[in-house]
T-cell receptor
Framework: AQRVTQPEKLLSVFKGAPVELKCNYS??????LFWYVQYSRQRLQLLLR??SRESIKGFTADLNKGETSFHLKKPFAQEEDSAMYYC????????????FGRGTSLIVHP | GAVVSQHPSRVICKSGTSVKIECRSL??????MFWYRQFPKQSLMLMAT?????????EQGVEKDKFLINHASLTLSTLTVTSAHPEDSSFYIC?????????????FGPGTRLTVT
């Protein structure tokens, strides 16, 4: 079974501080990992995925297969980063059944 | 980016009645759509995978006779909550996957707030 764990329900930081939103997963094969973001009163949208190896809005995430983690990081948080962040996993290849973590609410204080 | 719409955005119905929620992919064709349920301050729970032209695949514990899914075209999937009860009150979100991209992406609708009185 595939599972995504986001241990923190809430993460509160001050503007300019580093941010790390934790995500651990359980999957028997080769997973695809994603981070989705939901800003207040907006729909979920894709932030980044591990296979792209991109930096989006200053956020990066590295897949660590040894630790089965896909933590989301940003060196300097901005107030506009305040949102709900969901880590998600899917099997690679033809089978795409996404599983979401419970989400972490990030609040960036001025 | 691609857009997925849902209608209605909010619905209130009486216990025992049925409610239909529509999910449309506006500028791409979606052979697969997903229906989620989201409880307050909790994650998205995948209810079912809607496949165009075939039966939906339901997740364990989701009653297929209660949550009827029809994916009659490449741009429309509907979720009908039959004989709704107050415990069905929730936020329902659909999403559609655009596989026509180099990197297929899952797009989400804005959600439908269902309140059963």
């Amino acid at each position: 079974a595939q599972r995504v764990t986001q241990p923190e329900k809430l993460l509160s930081v001050f503007k300019g501080a580093p941010v790390e939103l934790k995500c651990n997963y359980s999957y028997s094969g080769s997973p695809e990992l994603f981070w989705y973001v939901q800003y207040s009163r907006q729909r979920l949208q894709l932030l980044l995925r591990h296979i792209s190896r991109e930096s989006i809005k200053g956020f990066t995430a590295d897949l660590n297969k040894g630790e089965t983690s896909f933590h989301l990081k940003k060196p300097f948080a901005q107030e506009e980063d305040s949102a709900m962040y969901y880590c998600a996993l899917s099997g690679s290849g033809g089978s795409y059944i996404p599983t979401f973590g419970r989400g972490t609410s990030l609040i960036v204080h001025p | 980016g691609a857009v997925v719409s849902q209608h209605p955005s909010r619905v209130i119905c009486k216990s025992g009645t049925s409610v239909k929620i529509e999910c449309r992919s506006l500028d791409f064709q979606a052979t697969t759509m997903f229906w989620y349920r989201q409880f307050p301050k909790q994650s998205l729970m995948l209810m079912a995978t809607s496949n165009e032209g075939s039966k939906a695949t339901y997740e364990q514990g989701v009653e297929k006779d209660k949550f009827l899914i029809n994916h009659a075209s490449l741009t429309l999937s509907t979720l009908t909550v039959t004989s709704a009860h107050p415990e069905d009150s929730s936020f329902y979100i659909c999403s559609a996957r655009d596989v026509g991209l180099v990197l297929p992406e899952q797009y989400f609708g804005p959600g439908t707030r269902l309140t059963v009185t």
